[in-house]
């Protein structure tokens, strides 16, 4: 057990190393990153936890979102390799399962829907990517090599090899791009609304081009007409009579 806590947190040093072109340094990572401290504490908390001694495991966690203001909840069970950036506000729930080498950025939550009791929170596959604000609420599983973007709120099924955006969240679909290597370019995902809307945009483009069109040939047509007509010279006006003239 004890090889293994050790092996975890060798994995999450070398994960923030891999993972965050600022850090320079191991030391510099042991040190200052928020996002290590507390998988470093809550891998205690939930050795505290798997051996019942639920209030110490809790003491500790409250602890580590004292210190780093990431609240991962210590029976919530997260693999090696984990990578929290800045990490602040990121909420891991009671039964989340966090998968091998997942990349986590401010402001995640792994959270439960309703008061069920039993599993309530999402499990995150291997190699996953989730942005910053994005929501993953509700027991369900979210695949491998999954990206889900920034501000997103995933309420179903994320299939592997997938991207999600959107609020609720939309799976887009990589046409035949399998990721191999865990992807960090959460800013550059696909957006569906946006495809929509650019699609509108073309069609009243259109019309207004159709009806440009459509009033310059009428006013040709006018021209033409007005053109063609015969010119009439214009008469003296005729007068009406006085009424006695029309009397007589």
């Given at each position: 057990?004890a090889?293994s806590?050790?092996?975890?947190i060798?994995?999450?040093l070398q ?19 928020p996002?290590?401290?507390?998988l470093?504490?809550?891998?205690v908390?939930h050795?505290?936890w ?14 580590s979102?004292?210190l780093?203001g ?15 950036d ?11 399962e ?11 939550t ?8 039993g ?5 995150i596959?291997?190699n996953v ?8 609420l ?7 090599n ?7 709120v ?12 959107g609020?609720?969240g939309?799976v887009?679909k990589?046409?035949?791009?399998r990721?191999?290597v ?29 009806v ?5 040939e ?8 007005e ?14 009579p ?7």
């Open positions: 057990m090889l806590f050790w092996r975890s060798k994995r999450d994960a923030a190393l891999e993972r965050d072109p600022a850090a320079r340094h191991w030391l510099e990572v042991v040190l200052l990153y996002g290590f401290h507390a470093v504490l809550h891998r908390a050795g505290l798997r051996r019942r001694l639920y209030l110490l495991a809790r003491i500790l966690a409250h602890f979102r004292f780093t990431i609240e991962i909840h210590p029976a919530a069970r997260i693999g090696p390799g984990c990578f929290i800045h990490g602040m506000g990121v909420v891991i729930g009671e039964t989340a966090v998968g091998e080498n997942v990349t986590l950025y401010q402001g995640v792994l959270g439960g829907t309703g008061k069920e009791r599993k309530r929170h999402p499990t596959g291997n990517v989730i942005a910053t604000g994005a929501a993953v509700g027991s369900f599983t979210v695949g491998d999954a990206r889900i973007g920034a501000g997103s995933v309420l179903s099924e994320v299939p592997p090899n997938s991207t999600v955006v609020v609720p939309r887009v990589e046409n035949g791009r990721v191999d865990i992807d960090l370019d959460h800013a550059n995902l696909p957006d569906p609304l946006e495809k929509v809307f650019r699609g509108m945009q073309r069609q009243i483009d259109a019309l207004e081009a159709r440009r069109t459509l009033e310059r009428l006013a040709e047509a006018r021209q033409r007409a053109g063609d007509a015969p010119f009439v010279v214009p008469g003296p006006a005729k007068v009406a006085p009424a006695e003239i029309r009397e007589q």
